[in-house]
C-alpha cells in the first residue's frame, strides 16, 4: 500500500485511449472534487501527458503539489502504457517536468473502485428489489465490483479497521460459461474467432459488439450496426432484432459474471457497477436478466436474492476515485503502483 495524502491540493488526471480528464483535489467538508475544475481534452492534440497537463495548469492556474494519474493500462514499476493511445507515462518524469513532489499512477478501474466509499447517494441506482447500502468505514464489508466499459473490469473493495482497500484483478478474463442455448451458440462463434470467450468477450462495450456480430452471425445476415451505441439506439427503439438480442443477452452474462464474483469472493455486501457502458444498458439491466442471472445460482439462489447490485452513474468516478486515493487516506489499494 502506499498514498500521497493530505489536505492540499492534488492534480488528478484519467487518461484513456481518446481523452484525457483532468481536474483538482482538495478537502472541503465531505467533497474531495473540485468539481467546477474538470477539463476534457483529446489526447491527440498533445504529445504526451505532461504537455496536457501543463496546459490544463495553465488554464486554470493551480500550482498543485502532488497529482494522482488514474490511467486505462497496465501500471508497472510506476509506469503505463496506456491502451489504445500513444503515451507511456512514467510517475518520476511526471513528477520531475511539472514540479510535483509526488506523483502515483494507478489503473483507471482501481480509481473507479475508490470512489465507491464517497460516492454521493444521487449516483447509486440499485437494480432488483435490494436497496443500495451506504458504505460505512466503520462497519467491516466486502463488496464485489464489475465495470463494463470498453472491456471489463473486476475488483474487490474489503473494509476493515475504518480502512478500504481496493484490490485489482483480471477477472474480467475468467472464462464465460454459457447458460443457455443462445449463449452456447454465441460461445460457440467467438470462441472460433478468438480461440478463447471469456466475459469479457461478452460483458462490456466491445463484447455487446461482439455479440451483435455473432448474433447476424447465426441469423444468416450482415451486421448493420457499427458501435456499441448504434447498437443500443437501435435496440431501445426496437430497429433491429439482433441489436435487441444482444443487449439482453449482455445484460444476462454481465449477471452471471457478477454473481459469480460474488460466489468465489464472499462479496456477499454489494455488487457495483462502475463503467461507461452501465448507463447506456440501465434499462436492459432493469429488465430483469441481469437480476435473474445474478441470482441463478443453485442452491445459492436465496442468498444471492439478498445481495443488492448497484449501479453507478456518476459522470466522473475516476476523477472522483484518484481525488480519494490522493486526500483521504483511509480509501488506497493493495497493489502497489
Not at 491527440?44 to 503539489?65: E, I, T
Amino acid at each position: 500500500m502506499g498514498g500521497v495524502h493530505d489536505g492540499g491540493v492534488a492534480l488528478l488526471a484519467d487518461i484513456g485511449g481518446t481523452n484525457v480528464r483532468f481536474a483538482l483535489a482538495r478537502r472541503a467538508g465531505d467533497a474531495l472534487l473540485d468539481a467546477g475544475s474538470v477539463q476534457s481534452f483529446a489526447v491527440a492534440q498533445f504529445d504526451s501527458l505532461v504537455s496536457a497537463a501543463r496546459h490544463y495548469l495553465g488554464s486554470c492556474g493551480a500550482r498543485p503539489r502532488r497529482a494522482v494519474l488514474a490511467a486505462a493500462g497496465p501500471v508497472s514499476g510506476g509506469t503505463v502504457r496506456i491502451t489504445n493511445n500513444p503515451w507511456v507515462i512514467s510517475a518520476s518524469e511526471v513528477a520531475q517536468a511539472l514540479g510535483l513532489e509526488a506523483v502515483r499512477i494507478v489503473n483507471d478501474f482501481a480509481a473507479m473502485s475508490a470512489a465507491l466509499p464517497v460516492l454521493p447517494a444521487a449516483a447509486l441506482r440499485a437494480i432488483g428489489a435490494v436497496a443500495a447500502p451506504a458504505i460505512d468505514l466503520d462497519v467491516p464489508g466486502v463488496y464485489g465490483i464489475v465495470g463494463p466499459g470498453t472491456g471489463l473490469g473486476v475488483g474487490l473493495l474489503v473494509v476493515r479497521d475504518g480502512r478500504a482497500l481496493v484490490l485489482e484483478t483480471e477477472g474480467g478474463h475468467v472464462g464465460f460459461a454459457p447458460t443457455n442455448a443462445e449463449q452456447a451458440a454465441v460461445q460457440r462463434v467467438l470462441a472460433a474467432r478468438f480461440g478463447r470467450a471469456s466475459n469479457e468477450r461478452l460483458a462490456c462495450g466491445t463484447g455487446l459488439m461482439n455479440i451483435y456480430q455473432a448474433l447476424c452471425e447465426l441469423a444468416g445476415r450482415a451486421p448493420a450496426l457499427a458501435t456499441p451505441e448504434a447498437v443500443t439506439a437501435a435496440a431501445d427503439a426496437g430497429r433491429d432484432a439482433e441489436a435487441v438480442r444482444a443487449v439482453r443477452l449482455c445484460a444476462e452474462v454481465l449477471g452471471a459474471a457478477a454473481g459469480d464474483l460474488v460466489l468465489a469472493t464472499g462479496a456477499w455486501d454489494g455488487l457495483y457497477l462502475p463503467g461507461g457502458m452501465v448507463a447506456p444498458l440501465l434499462r436492459w439491466l432493469e429488465e430483469g436478466g441481469f437480476r435473474a442471472q445474478f441470482e441463478s445460482k443453485g442452491r445459492f439462489a436465496a442468498a444471492m436474492a439478498r445481495v443488492p447490485t448497484i449501479a453507478v452513474l456518476h459522470e466522473q468516478p475516476g476523477l472522483l476515485g484518484a481525488a480519494a486515493l490522493a486526500i483521504d487516506a483511509r480509501i488506497d489499494t493493495v497493489r502497489r503502483s
